[in-house]
């Protein structure tokens, strides 16, 4: 069974930055697309970044220039470098596999981002 586990997270202040981390339990990230979701209270899960199998990146508006997503595949882990944060970035951050050949989507449990003013 696939496990997923986010660190990283914390307090900041704003323009201050932070590194995510998620360790995946098996060797399969080469195999799957890897995106970086984020929700708020009262506010719909959203798609901050993501790094396909082949390596390509896409992130969200707001994000450009700020974020970005990479991935060691030896050391099984995906990684957000978040940079310049603002207040509005404050949001549970999940990781998340889909993996390509099954198609069978994995969670995080998710780690607090918190940016003060």
């Known amino acids: 069974q696939v496990q997923l586990v986010e660190s990283g997270g914390g307090l900041v202040q704003a323009g201050g930055s932070l590194r995510l981390s998620c360790a995946v339990s098996?060797?399969?990230?080469?195999?799957?697309?890897m995106g970086w979701y984020r929700q708020a209270p009262g506010k719909e899960r959203e798609l901050v970044a993501v790094?396909?199998?082949?390596?390509?990146?896409n992130y969200r508006d707001s994000v450009k220039g700020r974020f970005t997503i990479s991935r060691d595949i030896a050391k099984n882990t995906v990684y957000l470098q978040m940079n310049s944060l603002k207040p509005e970035d404050t949001s549970v951050y999940y990781c998340?596999?889909?993996?390509?050949?099954?198609?069978?989507?994995?969670w995080g449990p998710g780690t607090q981002v918190t940016v003060s003013s």
């Open positions: 998340n596999a889909a993996r390509i050949d099954t198609h069978v989507n994995y």
């Open positions: 098996g060797s399969i990230i080469s195999l799957a697309d």
């Open positions: 790094i396909t199998s082949a390596g390509h990146t």
